[in-house]
Nanobody
Framework: QVQLVESGGGLVQPGGSLRLSCAAS????????MSWVRQAPGKGLEWVSR????????RYIDSVKGRFTISRDNARATLDLQMNSLKPEDTAVYYC????????RGQGTQVTVSS
């Protein structure tokens, strides 16, 4: 079955950086668009970024443009999200998602941006 395992979250000060990773298994990773979504405390799920099957098409939510970079390694079946210049409003649980939408997704990794 589809398995998505996120890692790399943590506590970081404003302006800091984190790199999230997602290890995928149970499907042919290179055949699917992949996405990152997040859920801030007390709020609903929010789409953050997506990358096409071969990485040629990438999109970001406006609030992270110029700060976040999504990438993928099809040989290793991994999806990454490099997050720079982090802000308190980036605090959320981050999930990787197979395809569009919000499902299926992993268990998430907590990112907390605070001084």
């Amino acid at each position: 079955q589809v398995q998505l395992v996120e890692s790399g979250g943590g506590l970081v000060q404003p302006g800091g950086s984190l790199r999230l990773s997602c290890a995928a298994s149970g499907f042919i990773f290179s055949n699917y668009l992949m996405s990152w979504v997040r859920q801030a405390p007390g709020k609903g799920l929010e789409w953050v970024s997506r990358i096409s099957e071969r990485g040629g098409h990438i999109r970001y939510i406006d609030s992270v443009k110029g700060r976040f970079t999504i990438s993928r390694d099809n040989a290793r079946a991994t999806l990454d999200l490099q997050m720079n210049s982090l802000k308190p409003e980036d605090t959320a649980v981050y999930y990787c998602v197979k395809g569009w939408g919000f499902e299926p997704r992993g268990q998430g990794t907590q990112v907390t941006v605070s001084s």
